[in-house]
């Protein structure tokens, strides 16, 4: 029996090979699988440490903390609001000790909040990690339990984010990251990759999973819909079916497209197992024309898994060559050409390819690399390839700059058609080439691509050299360039069309003018205007500025401003303030979040301790990835029961203007709302747990992390307020709303939505914008 085992299901893989019975349920250490995100907020690039431990290296996340780590010393550094998000072929389970072990390359104090995730969006915000500080550049082992977690769901992923710039990376070095999983033997197919769910798959994955217990054979089901893995449909044809290894390479896969794959276990004999192990399947006398080995029952139906290939391909980004010699065995040099790596300028990351070039009548200069094996840009759906460029102004040059492409039989050569001037400025261009142009090659069959310098035909005696940069060689489908964008394409994929106007009809007739009901409110608790200070208008539990927070115009006077960095305020007499609160709350803000880095923004937040407590309240707005998240958690002890949480319609809902937010809890009823400009916004119920516990509270920092952005007008009462009481609050007794409308389908810009802006999504109906 012929098996193919992976780094990333090793763990199931073993139990397979070796001893023939395999226990049913065991706890075992595993490096993670699959990286299911790493977040760059400043698209600086990632570096870290190399298999040498020498800094700063470019690395690639994927390559370094999936699977066991290339080296000791090597490492991914993530400065602050970096994150990377790891799944492992497994739910994680407590056992006895520590059920985590973090290595951090460098003693210098750095922090990380770690997170457990079921890697689809749920989280649970698990400790603050912080490494020795003895400034010298060893690693710590930094081990966690996740003993008595209240999670309602099962944790198979950990995020890691960063904290802080210490250390002399600066930042968090992740060396690897091990956590004990339930590795349950199944007798379905499990761990796939790409995961389900995957995004930016590379076209040319190569599909791969963990067998079930005792499966002999294998039988693959794959395609763009979700008819290809029914109940109905057959199994590929090529390799025949069943197949021997667990793996499947599906060949080149097209852009932006998801597909489907689900793999039936074929086991030499009957299993005596419960039915809620696995679906079984009930024909299994023949699997696409071939006699199936065993009785029905011993043939296994898997999961659908699906995944989305990536919007392009980048041929090379020059990122990972060590030294010019690494280049010069990949790119081949012809005529008049030297070519090496160049560290400035660089296009996006770390690196650029250097191109010295000299030509005349007689000689030309050529770089040139061969794929092996070929590649199938057809089957990708390839229409763009681009590449940039950098030129230098002392660059001689009258005659041709060219991109040939080879399929073998035959080559197609592009003259750059710009102006040749552009060699001489120091900026980057790009070099964009429409493959539908080349009718000669056989897309489906790309051997070779060059860059080039040569004579103008049109001037056959011209003479030239100097040095250019190259970077990004990419390949894409058509493109939804900028400049060809309609006004309605409000999804910004250069097509007006039902998702567009599904968009415009969810803000129908709405407006940014508003007048509400009010009525006045009782006093409330605290109030903080901010106006030039951080005292409380309403009693004595004035605020304590940390950092330095500064002031700006705001709603109603002046507003704070926070870094996101260092600044906060901490509220004196937080336990008298809140002893008078238990049962009900409102907690009301005017909020300008700033287009920055930072995802993980905490409005304010109660007493809590990292590892040891959970807040009993806390605001999140912004969280994580665009759109953002938002998070109101209030209740002691914290649980998931009593929290309200959601992803934002738009980013404009945190960041880029003012918004009123009223985030409400009334205990005995279990209900928890939050409004937003004077409109409730979101609502649950079952969240009855009191609101006690709380002896510290801050403004601009917590849980999550700090806030980026301004507050104004914060107030605390110690009841519910009704949307009039919030209307008065948010306006100051007017009723009256006037804010530019959250939604992008204003297109006929007076703050409403309308048949004007119909008419000019209907200009644009169903046409393509796209190209080529």
Same mark, same amino acid.
């Not at 690639?60 to 550094?77: C, E, I, K, N, Q």
């Not at 097209?254 to 192990?277: M, Q, S």
């Not at 024909?283 to 029905?296: E, F, H, I, N």
């Not at 409102?586 to 807040?615: E, L, M, V």
């Given at each position: 029996?012929k098996?193919v085992c992976t780094?990333?299901c090793?763990?199931?893989?073993l139990?397979?090979?070796f001893?023939?019975?395999?226990?049913a349920?065991?706890?075992v250490?595993?490096? #993670?699988?699959?990286?299911?995100?790493?977040?760059? #907020?400043?698209?600086?690039?990632?570096?870290?440490?190399?298999v040498?431990g020498?800094?700063?290296?470019?690395v690639?996340?994927?390559?370094?903390l999936?699977?066991?780590?290339?080296?000791?010393?090597?490492?991914?550094?993530l400065?602050?609001e970096?994150?990377?998000?790891?799944r492992?072929?497994g %739910?994680?389970?407590?056992? #006895?000790?520590?059920?985590?072990?973090?290595?951090?390359?460098?003693q210098?104090?750095?922090?990380a909040?770690?997170f457990?995730?079921?890697g689809?969006?749920?989280?649970y915000?698990?400790d603050?990690v912080t490494a020795?500080?003895?400034q010298e550049?060893?690693?710590t082992?930094?081990?966690?339990?996740i003993?008595?977690?209240p999670?309602?769901f099962?944790?198979n992923?950990?995020?890691?984010?960063?904290l802080?710039?210490?250390? *002399?990376s600066?930042g968090?070095?992740?060396? =690897?990251?091990?956590?004990?999983?339930h590795?349950?033997?199944q007798?379905i197919?499990?761990c796939?990759?790409?995961?389900?769910?995957?995004?930016?798959?590379?076209?040319?994955v190569?599909?791969s999973w963990?067998?079930?217990?005792?499966?002999?054979?294998h039988?693959?089901?794959?395609? =763009?819909?979700?008819?290809?893995?029914?109940?109905?449909?057959?199994?590929?044809?090529?390799?025949?079916q069943?197949?021997?290894?667990?793996?499947?390479?599906p060949?080149?896969?097209?852009?932006?497209?998801t597909?489907?794959? $689900?793999?039936?276990?074929v086991?030499p004999?009957?299993i005596?197992v419960?039915?809620?192990?696995?679906?079984?399947?009930?024909d299994?006398s023949?699997?696409?024309?071939?006699?199936?080995?065993?009785?029905?029952?011993s043939l296994?139906?898997?999961?659908?898994?699906?995944?989305?290939?990536?919007d392009h391909?980048?041929l090379?980004n @020059?990122e990972?060559?060590?030294?010019d010699d690494?280049?010069?065995?990949t790119w081949?040099?012809?005529g008049?050409a030297?070519?090496?790596?160049?560290t400035?300028?660089?296009?996006k990351?770390?690196q650029?390819?250097q @191109?010295?070039?000299?030509?005349?009548?007689?000689f030309f200069?050529e770089?040139?690399?061969t794929?092996d094996?070929?590649?199938?840009w057809?089957?990708?759906?390839a229409?763009?390839?681009e590449?940039?460029?950098?030129g230098?102004?002392?660059n001689?040059?009258d005659g041709?700059m060219y991109?040939?492409?080879?399929?073998?039989?035959?080559?197609a050569?592009?003259p750059?058609?710009?102006?040749?001037?552009d060699?001489?400025?120091?900026?980057?261009?790009?070099?964009r080439?429409g493959?539908?142009?080349l009718a000669?090659?056989?897309?489906?069959?790309?051997?070779?691509?060059a860059?080039?310098?040569? &004579?103008?035909?049109?001037?056959?005696?011209?003479?030239g050299s100097?040095?250019?940069?190259?970077?990004y060689?990419s390949?894409?489908? %058509?493109?939804?360039?900028?400049?060809?964008?309609?006004?309605?394409?409000f999804n910004c994929?250069?097509?007006v069309?039902?998702?567009?106007l599904?968009?415009m009809?969810?803000?129908?007739?709405? !407006?940014?003018?508003?007048?509400?009901?009010v009525?006045?409110?009782?006093p409330p608790?605290a109030w903080?205007?901010?106006?030039?200070?951080?005292?409380?208008s309403? *009693?004595?539990?004035?605020?304590?500025p940390?950092g330095?927070?500064?002031?700006?115009? *705001?709603?109603f006077?002046?507003a704070?401003?926070?870094?996101?960095?260092?600044?906060?305020?901490t509220?004196?007499?937080?336990?008298?303030?809140?002893?008078k609160?238990?049962?009900?709350?409102t907690?009301?803000?005017?909020?300008?979040g700033?287009d920055?880095?930072?995802?993980t923004d905490t409005?304010?937040?109660?007493?809590?301790t990292?590892g040891?407590?959970?807040?009993?309240?806390?605001?999140?707005l912004?969280?994580?990835?665009?759109?953002g998240?938002?998070?109101w958690?209030?209740?002691?002890?914290?649980? @998931?029961?009593?929290?309200?949480?959601?992803?934002?319609?738009?980013? $404009?809902?945190?960041? *880029?203007?003012?918004?009123h937010?009223?985030f !409400?809890?009334?205990?005995?009823?279990?209900?928890?709302?939050?409004?937003l400009?004077g409109?409730?916004y979101?609502?649950?119920t079952?969240?009855?747990? /009191?609101i &006690?516990?709380?002896? &510290?509270?801050?403004?601009g920092s917590g849980?999550?992390?700090?806030?980026?952005?301004?507050l104004?007008?914060f107030r605390?009462y110690?009841y519910?307020?009704?949307? /009039?009481?919030?209307?008065?609050?948010?306006?100051?007794?007017?009723?009256i709303?006037?804010?530019?409308l959250l939604? #992008?389908?204003?297109?006929?810009a007076?703050?409403r939505?309308n048949?004007y802006?119909?008419?000019?999504?209907?200009?644009?109906?169903l046409?393509n914008?796209?190209?080529p």
């Amino acid at each position: 029996m012929k098996k193919v085992c992976t780094l990333t299901c090793a763990v199931f893989c073993l139990l397979t090979l070796f001893g023939g019975d395999i226990f049913a349920e065991q706890a075992v250490f595993e490096y #993670p699988y699959y990286l299911v995100d790493a977040y760059d #907020p400043d698209d600086s690039c990632w570096k870290g440490m190399g298999v040498d431990g020498t800094w700063p290296v470019p690395v690639d996340p994927l390559r370094w903390l999936v699977g066991p780590p290339p080296s000791a010393v090597s490492g991914v550094t993530l400065p602050t609001e970096h994150w990377v998000e790891l799944r492992f072929c497994g %739910s994680l389970v407590d056992g #006895p000790g520590q059920d985590m072990f973090l290595i951090e390359q460098g003693q210098c104090g750095e922090q990380a909040l770690i997170f457990l995730t079921d890697g689809a969006g749920q989280e649970y915000l698990l400790d603050i990690v912080t490494a020795l500080d003895t400034q010298e550049p060893n690693s710590t082992k930094i081990g966690l339990d996740i003993a008595g977690i209240p999670l309602h769901f099962s944790p198979n992923a950990v995020r890691i984010l960063a904290l802080d710039l210490e250390g *002399g990376s600066p930042g968090f070095d992740i060396g =690897s990251l091990r956590v004990r999983v339930h590795a349950q033997c199944q007798y379905i197919a499990s761990c796939p990759l790409p995961c389900d769910g995957a995004k930016n798959v590379p076209p040319n994955v190569v599909l791969s999973w963990a067998s079930g217990c005792s499966a002999e054979k294998h039988i693959v089901y794959f395609g =763009s819909s979700l008819d290809n893995v029914g109940a109905n449909a057959l199994p590929v044809s090529n390799p025949p079916q069943p197949q021997d290894t667990n793996s499947f390479d599906p060949g080149w896969l097209e852009f932006g497209k998801t597909y489907y794959w $689900r793999i039936d276990e074929v086991n030499p004999a009957p299993i005596e197992v419960t039915p809620e192990v696995s679906p079984l399947v009930e024909d299994t006398s023949r699997v696409g024309g071939q006699l199936v080995r065993g009785r029905p029952d011993s043939l296994w139906k898997g999961t659908v898994w699906r995944f989305t290939v990536a919007d392009h391909l980048v041929l090379d980004n @020059f990122e990972f060559y060590r030294n010019d010699d690494e280049i010069y065995q990949t790119w081949k040099e012809k005529g008049r050409a030297r070519v090496g790596i160049a560290t400035n300028p660089a296009y996006k990351c770390w690196q650029s390819m250097q @191109f010295w070039y000299y030509y005349e009548p007689e000689f030309f200069a050529e770089v040139s690399r061969t794929f092996d094996p070929p590649q199938d840009w057809a089957a990708m759906g390839a229409k763009v390839l681009e590449l940039f460029f950098y030129g230098a102004a002392d660059n001689s040059f009258d005659g041709q700059m060219y991109v040939t492409i080879g399929d073998g039989s035959v080559t197609a050569s592009i003259p750059y058609p710009g102006d040749p001037n552009d060699l001489t400025k120091q900026t980057w261009q790009l070099f964009r080439i429409g493959l539908q142009e080349l009718a000669e090659l056989n897309l489906a069959h790309i051997e070779t691509i060059a860059i080039g310098f040569r &004579s103008d035909p049109a001037k056959p005696l011209s003479v030239g050299s100097g040095i250019v940069y190259f970077d990004y060689l990419s390949l894409y489908p %058509s493109l939804c360039l900028a400049e060809n964008r309609p006004d309605a394409d409000f999804n910004c994929d250069c097509a007006v069309n039902f998702e567009d106007l599904k968009e415009m009809t969810a803000d129908w007739l709405d !407006t940014g003018y508003h007048i509400y009901p009010v009525a006045m409110p009782k006093p409330p608790l605290a109030w903080y205007k901010f106006d030039g200070d951080t005292n409380d208008s309403a *009693g004595s539990s004035h605020g304590v500025p940390h950092g330095s927070p500064t002031y700006a115009a *705001g709603v109603f006077g002046q507003a704070i401003s926070f870094d996101g960095l260092n600044d906060s305020v901490t509220i004196n007499g937080a336990f008298e303030l809140f002893s008078k609160i238990n049962k009900k709350i409102t907690i009301a803000f005017w909020q300008y979040g700033k287009d920055s880095p930072h995802h993980t923004d905490t409005i304010c937040c109660s007493n809590y301790t990292y590892g040891i407590r959970n807040p009993t309240i806390a605001i999140n707005l912004g969280c994580w990835q665009q759109p953002g998240k938002y998070n109101w958690d209030c209740g002691y002890p914290w649980s @998931f029961d009593n929290r309200l949480s959601g992803f934002h319609g738009h980013k $404009r809902e945190w960041t *880029g203007r003012w918004n009123h937010w009223a985030f !409400t809890k009334d205990a005995t009823t279990g209900t928890m709302q939050i409004f937003l400009n004077g409109v409730l916004y979101d609502s649950r119920t079952g969240a009855d747990s /009191p609101i &006690s516990q709380i002896s &510290s509270f801050e403004i601009g920092s917590g849980w999550y992390g700090r806030y980026d952005g301004l507050l104004d007008d914060f107030r605390i009462y110690d009841y519910v307020l009704s949307q /009039p009481e919030i209307a008065y609050v948010a306006t100051n007794g007017t009723g009256i709303f006037d804010l530019p409308l959250l939604s #992008p389908a204003d297109l006929f810009a007076d703050n409403r939505i309308n048949f004007y802006d119909f008419a000019l999504l209907a200009t644009d109906w169903l046409d393509n914008h796209l190209w080529p």
